[in-house]
């Protein structure tokens, strides 16, 4: 089999992780192009406009739609010119791999990791954000100190055939290092969360952190009292948007 040397990639910078148990946490991020889904529903991505009940649009559908298909060695070039990626990874920053969905290459992942072992003698803190419909493989596990997953919900305008994939969660929950973030515009999603996740065993309580809806600073400051009541009452971790509270509506920061 001919060996993988590359991978497509949409953006990358150093920032903070904003979000999660690492929240606060100093990172590159590298966002892999292409996603399996169109939170805001099927067309959204053409004219802006919501579809199928969705209440709210993926904030990286322009980002991860365009990318570049890079082979290993022009990438770490333009990484460690641009953001001196190898030193710092070295000194413990995390490095954030997301997307899109990044588990569409997860084979190109795992092939820059052995690149990234064999040529540098680097095996970084790996965080993998996804949407939790893709099983991750061995090689790729193994490497992954933390899976952030993100099930949506159908405020998102996806179909549930699309966006639950039960066995895939299972093994998820099962997974010592993952957490499910769920992102919150309503009381009623909080139900949602319970009836499709909880009730129905899929997703343990302890494993989930939930995350006030919110694109700029005056929507953050309202929905973090309603998330946080939710969070008080059925005892469940919360998170707050630090990028939105820092950069408000910036994005690749
Ligand atoms: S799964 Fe994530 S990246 Fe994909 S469309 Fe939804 S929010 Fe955007």
């Known amino acids: 089999m001919k060996k993988i040397q590359k991978i497509a990639v949409s953006e990358y910078f150093y920032s903070l992780q904003g979000e999660g148990?690492?929240?606060?946490?100093?990172?590159?991020?590298?966002?892999?192009?292409?996603?399996?889904?169109?939170?805001?529903?099927?067309g959204v991505e053409k004219d802006g406009k919501m579809r199928a009940g969705a209440t709210w649009i993926c904030d990286t559908i322009?980002?991860?739609?365009?990318?570049?298909?890079?082979?290993?060695?022009?990438?770490?070039?333009?990484?460690?010119?641009?953001?001196?990626?190898?030193?710092r990874l070295k000194n413990g920053v995390h490095l954030v791999i997301?997307?899109?969905?990044?588990?569409?290459?997860?084979?190109?992942?795992?092939?820059?990791?052995?690149?990234?072992?064999?040529?540098?003698?680097?095996?970084?803190?790996?965080?993998?954000?996804?949407?939790?419909?893709?099983?991750?493989?061995?090689?790729?596990?193994?490497?992954?100190?933390?899976?952030?997953?993100?099930?949506?919900?159908?405020?998102?305008?996806m179909a549930e055939a699309q966006r639950i994939q039960p066995q895939i969660l299972h093994w998820f929950n099962q997974n010592p290092n993952t957490m499910f973030k769920f992102v919150l515009a309503s009381v009623a999603d909080f139900e949602e969360i319970q009836q499709d996740f909880l009730n129905t065993l899929l997703i343990d309580k302890s494993k989930i952190v939930l995350?006030?809806?919110?694109?700029?600073?005056?929507?953050?400051?309202?929905?973090?009292?309603?998330?946080?009541?939710i969070c008080i009452e059925h005892q469940i971790r919360m998170c707050t948007r630090m990028h939105v509270e820092i950069w408000n509506k910036l994005t690749g920061v």
């Not at 570049?68 to 030193?87: A, R």
């Open 211 to 229: 995350m006030p809806a919110a694109d700029s600073i005056e929507q953050l400051l309202e929905r973090n009292k309603l998330v946080a009541d």
């Open 21 to 42: 148990k690492t929240m606060g946490i100093p990172a590159i991020f590298l966002r892999l192009t292409g996603c399996n889904l169109m939170c805001g529903g099927q």
């Open 62 to 87: 322009e980002v991860w739609m365009k990318g570049k298909t890079l082979d290993f060695e022009t990438l770490l070039q333009q990484l460690n010119d641009e953001i001196d990626f190898v030193n």
């Open 98 to 157: 997301t997307g899109g969905e990044p588990l569409l290459q997860q084979d190109r992942i795992i092939a820059l990791l052995e690149y990234l072992e064999a040529v540098y003698q680097l095996r970084p803190i790996i965080e993998v954000e996804t949407n939790a419909t893709f099983l991750p493989k061995e090689a790729l596990d193994k490497r992954v100190h933390y899976w952030n997953t993100s099930p949506k919900l159908s405020n998102s305008g």
